[in-house]
């Protein structure tokens, strides 16, 4: 190191702390803020003069308690990913934390912090593994709950036969059920399932408009539907039956939401979105996911308590809901190397759910028969 100094001018620590994109906390004893830089400033939404001198607790409100309690011990080594907190009075964010304690200085840690960038958001390995015990169930039980379910329905049906008229309805309540849950059992199948069905190019406009008929023959009650499609966009390339079942699965959930609303809208965008990209997994160059589909509803938004686990099995704020629509939707875009996203956007009203797809190896193409109105907005 001294030979370098020698070599060159080298910049003093203080100057590359504070070039850093990464918030950077210098923590006194007892977790009070020393000194930030202006990445900290940024995140923290105060200047250093407001900050320093705060207890970190009355700055960051971490959801999980126990990560103060952690940080308390001056001598560890803390990381952690994508946790819930809270900073002033804005609403909950997701942050990465790491904590050090300073060599040569007791009590003395430096902490830094950043948000999750979109990437880490969208790709969700970690969820993934997390799942993995929960989702491999079905491939052990299937068979064994399949049977007796069968043998269960073929029995209401032959007792319905030789009950009276005003007794039978209970039996076919009892047939009705097993259907019930052998569909459930089927959609944790469609979870479970390692098999990745192929990926072909495919027309999102001519996926969107089909999963637009399934909803509007299902009725949708005075909801009105939006499209605002871009004709320039190439196809993607996906599997057209598990795109439709994707879109199907978004689209009925914001037509729920969204039912009780003033005007209930439901907006169907399709657009061209740079930057998105996934690394790692085997690939030797970054798989771009340019193209995005929006389902947009002006619904009240999502519960908060369900809005960090929205993609996890069993996770649902309905009441009749078995909360494995959305986990559905995010395996079945994993598949296809796609990457769904929500977010709530406050000063419009609405949430906006969004695919990330990458193009087909085809190349651009621009998609036929789709008609503009006279503002430009596909109708």
């Known amino acids: 190191m001294s030979f370098l100094r020698q070599a060159v001018d080298l910049p003093d620590s203080d100057r590359l702390i504070a070039s850093l994109p990464q918030a950077v906390v210098l923590l006194r004893p007892g977790l009070k803020i020393a000194s930030v830089n202006a990445a900290a400033e940024q995140l923290l939404g105060q200047g250093a003069r ?6 970190l607790s009355a700055v960051i409100e971490f959801a999980e308690t126990r990560i103060i309690d952690m ?3 001056s001598e560890v080594q803390i990381s952690a990913r994508d946790i819930a907190a809270k900073i002033g009075k804005t609403d909950a964010a997701r942050l990465n934390l790491a904590i050090a304690p300073v060599a040569g200085y007791p009590g003395w840690q430096v902490l830094t912090l950043n948000a999750p960038t979109e990437l880490e958001a969208l790709d969700g390995v970690s969820d993934a593994e997390r799942e993995n015990s929960v989702l491999r169930a079905p491939e052990i039980l299937a ?6 379910l069968a043998g269960i329905r073929g029995a209401a049906q032959l007792i319905a036969r030789k009950l009276r008229a005003k007794d039978r309805p209970l039996a076919i309540l009892i047939a009705e059920e097993v259907d019930r849950i052998a569909h459930l059992i089927d959609q944790m199948q469609s979870l479970s399932s390692r098999t990745r069905e192929p990926a072909v190019p495919v027309n999102l406009h001519v996926a969107v408009r089909r999963a637009r008929a399934v909803i509007e ?5 005075g909801v009105v539907l939006v499209e605002e499609f871009d004709p320039s966009l190439p ?5 057209s039956d598990a795109l439709m079942q994707v879109l199907i699965n978004l689209m009925t959930n914001a037509v729920e939401a969204c039912r009780n609303a003033d005007r209930p809208t439901v907006r169907l965008r399709t657009r061209f979105a740079s930057g998105i990209a996934l690394h790692g997994h085997g690939r030797q160059s970054p798989l771009r996911l340019p193209i995005e589909i929006m389902v947009s509803d002006n619904g009240p938004g999502i519960d908060p308590l369900v809005r960090d686990h929205l993609y996890e099995p069993f996770v649902t704020s309905k009441k009749s809901g078995q909360g494995l629509g959305l986990a559905l939707v995010r395996k079945l875009l994993r598949d296809m190397d796609g990457r ?11 949430t906006n759910f969004r695919i990330h797809l990458p193009v087909a190896d085809t190349g651009a193409r621009t998609l036929p028969d789709v008609g503009t109105d006279d503002r430009g907005v596909i109708s």
């Open 143 to 148: 068979h064994e709950i399949k049977n007796p």
């Open 217 to 221: 023959a299902s009725g949708i009650e």
């Open 235 to 239: 196809e993607v390339m996906a599997n």
């Open 340 to 350: 769904i996203s929500h977010d709530r956007d406050k000063f419009a009203g609405q």
């Open 71 to 73: 940080m308390a011990d």
């Open 50 to 55: 407001r900050l320093t001198g705060k207890a």
